[in-house]
């Protein structure tokens, strides 16, 4: 049984950075690609970073997905954040190997809130 736990949110300024943390168990995440998607009150779920196999680490925007396989974890550093980045972000895997336009997410954590304050 797959489990994914994320950490690391929490109330921060705006300009401000935090680095969330995808711990997961239960399945080798240097097999998947892996992702961070978010969703903010009476919004849809969106997708925020995804990360294939084999890359260490990728900057879209202002965020920096990464990975560790040795540890089984990923994680997502956010610079300069705004307020509207404020929502819960989870962290999930993905059935394939490679980040598609599509992504097949299929593991997915419980999520880190993340508020950012003006």
């Known amino acids: 049984q797959v489990q994914i736990v994320e950490s690391g949110g929490g109330l921060v300024q705006a300009g401000g950075s935090l680095r969330l943390s995808c711990k997961v168990s239960g399945l080798n995440i240097g097999d998947h690609a892996m992702h961070w998607f978010r969703q903010a009150p009476g919004k849809e779920r969106e997708g925020v970073a995804c990360?294939?196999?084999g890359v260490i680490s990728s900057v879209r925007g202002g965020f920096t997905i990464s990975r560790d396989n040795a540890k089984n974890a990923a994680f997502l550093e956010m610079d300069s954040l705004k307020p509207e980045d404020t929502a819960m972000y989870y962290c999930?895997?993905?059935?394939?190997?490679?980040?598609?336009?599509?992504?097949?997410?299929?593991?997915w954590g419980q999520g880190t809130q993340v508020t950012v304050s003006s």
């Open positions: 990360i294939s196999r």
């Open positions: 999930a895997t993905d059935r394939y190997g490679v980040c598609k336009a599509s992504p097949f997410p299929e593991d």
